[in-house]
């Protein structure tokens, strides 16, 4: 069963739906107590850093959360401003990220002119390392919506790179935290792929 955290951010349904066409067993958790229930997890997120990380710290979940993450390992895909509330800050606010993965969030700053901000749309992934979470992703062409990127301290926990003018990280892996920055729930085939090997994991 995958957890999908209901904390007041995030397309909630899109990735209820999208689960539910790859007969993937999951349920929208809003209480802490409801996260035993569960085999692995989802952290949406949609909008600026510090309202992501102020409503997850306001829903009451946060404790319960880490305790399934950081102590009893249960493995967790943040998505989007999901994604990066998991590092430890970004340039886009001034409160502190929860800090399960080393780095930050920066801006993405084009040289270009003909590279506008937010990046939105299609794009593809290119893999720095393989792993059981891309695999049979044989067209990997993901739907985007940001203007900031995460920069992991370590290099190594990237997975792909996207290139908009310069390469950003696109997927992360640190242990049993993924972080994707893309949406694989407005993904069409290629999401549903993606989220089937996130759920054989």
Same mark, same amino acid.
């Given at each position: 069963? #995958?957890? %999908?955290?209901?904390?007041?951010?995030?397309?909630?349904n899109?990735?209820?739906?999208?689960?539910?066409?790859i007969?993937v067993?999951?349920?929208? #958790?809003?209480?802490?107590?409801?996260?035993?229930?569960?085999?692995?997890?989802?952290?949406?997120?949609?909008?600026?850093?510090? =309202?992501?990380?102020?409503?997850?710290?306001?829903?009451?979940?946060?404790?319960?959360?880490?305790?399934?993450?950081?102590?009893k390992?249960?493995?967790?895909?943040?998505?989007?401003?999901?994604?990066? #509330?998991?590092f430890?800050?970004s340039?886009e606010?001034?409160?502190?990220?929860?800090?399960w993965?080393?780095?930050?969030?920066?801006k993405?700053?084009?040289?270009?002119?003909?590279?506008?901000?937010?990046?939105?749309?299609?794009?593809?992934l290119?893999?720095?390392r393989?792993?059981?979470?891309?695999?049979n992703?044989?067209?990997?062409?993901?739907?985007?919506?940001?203007?900031?990127?995460?920069?992991?301290s370590?290099?190594?926990? %990237?997975? =792909?790179? =996207?290139?908009?003018?310069?390469?950003f990280?696109?997927?992360?892996?640190?242990?049993?935290?993924?972080?994707?920055?893309?949406?694989?729930?407005?993904?069409?085939?290629?999401?549903?792929?993606?989220?089937?090997?996130?759920?054989?994991i």
């Open positions: 069963m #995958i957890g %999908i955290i209901d904390y007041g951010i995030g397309n909630l899109a990735f209820l739906n999208a689960l539910n066409d007969n067993k999951a349920k929208i #958790i809003t209480r802490g107590f409801d996260l035993d229930e569960t085999s692995k997890l989802i952290l949406p997120g949609v909008g600026s850093f510090d =309202t992501v990380i102020s409503r997850l710290n306001e829903s009451g979940i946060r404790e319960d959360l880490e305790h399934q993450v950081l102590e390992k249960k493995p967790i895909l943040g998505v989007c401003s999901g994604m990066q #509330i998991m430890e800050s340039e606010g001034k409160l502190d990220g929860l800090g993965i080393d780095g930050h969030v920066k993405i700053k084009p040289n270009n002119k003909d590279y506008v901000l937010p990046h939105m749309g299609w794009n593809s290119k893999i720095a393989k792993h059981k979470i891309l695999a992703l044989t067209d990997p062409t993901f739907y985007f919506l940001h203007s900031f990127v995460a920069i992991p370590n290099d190594n926990e %990237i997975l =792909t790179y =996207t290139d908009y003018e310069t390469l990280c696109s997927l992360v892996a640190s242990q049993n935290i993924y972080g994707a920055q893309f949406h694989p729930e407005k993904s069409n085939h290629a999401g549903r792929n993606f989220l089937k090997n996130f759920s054989d």
